[in-house]
């Protein structure tokens, strides 16, 4: 498995403002991915973490509104950019384990963000 | 593109009764399935697996799951609930070479006395 820490735990921030979310992992992973989890619905991918590169980004989701960087192999942070209500969600990130052909993701606690 | 269905938004069982979550999925290849619980509050913890081989896979907490591909299901089972069971419990269906999971609506697990 993996140990995932992310921070901040849970926010409420100001629309119009941003919130970077930190991720970090106990051990090197290949490939790190974010996900939203908005209020009483399923999770959606965001985006693809790439280390040393940009990242690759979902259908629906751009880099100016959630940039992402991924400086090495253990830490990703997220950045929620200029908030509204709408982006109230948990966000979570995971990373990927893999062995030959299989995977399994692990998922960090996730951040609880309330946009007001 | 591939989909899941989780037809339960919302289950309540007796604690000590049997459980049975279902799970449908629409892939063109041969999926992975992953069953994972969300406890309030919490991330999610990875209950099982099917990757390949044996369609009977067990879990952690005593849950076990049956892939059958003439029905493109894989329903998660429990012979007997505990309260600590009440969770959301998410499918999911990913691929080989294709690790983005695509996760169902979930299911609601509330458990009564």
């Known amino acids: 498995s993996a140990v995932i820490s992310q921070k901040p735990s849970r926010d409420i921030c100001q629309r119009g403002t941003s919130l970077t979310i930190q991720c970090q992992v106990d051990?090197?992973?290949?490939?790190m991915f974010w996900y939203r989890q908005q209020p009483g619905q399923s999770l959606t991918l965001i985006a693809t973490a790439n280390q040393g590169s940009e990242a690759t980004y979902e259908s629906g989701f751009v880099i100016d509104k959630f940039p992402i960087s991924r400086p090495n192999l253990t830490f990703s942070t997220l950045t929620v950019s200029n908030m509204s209500p709408e982006d109230s969600s948990i966000y979570l990130c995971s990373v990927l384990r893999a062995s030959g052909t299989r995977y399994e993701q692990y998922f960090g606690p996730g951040t609880r963000l309330t946009v007001t | 593109a591939q989909s899941v269905t989780q037809p339960d938004i919302h289950l309540t069982v007796s604690e000590g009764a049997s459980l049975e979550l279902r799970c449908n999925y629409s892939?063109?290849?041969?999926?992975?399935l992953f069953w994972y619980v969300q406890s309030p509050g919490q991330g999610l913890q990875l209950l099982l697996k099917?990757?390949?081989?044996?369609?009977l896979v067990q879990g952690i907490k005593g849950f076990e799951a049956e892939f059958k591909r003439s029905q493109s299901s894989f329903n998660l089972r429990k012979p007997s609930v505990h309260w600590s069971d009440a969770a959301e419990y998410f499918c999911a269906v990913g691929a080989r070479g294709n690790e983005k999971l695509t996760f169902g609506t979930g299911t609601r697990l509330t458990i009564i006395p």
């Open positions: 892939y063109g290849a041969t999926p992975y």
């Open positions: 051990s090197q992973v290949t490939m």
């Open positions: 099917y990757f390949s081989g044996d369609t």
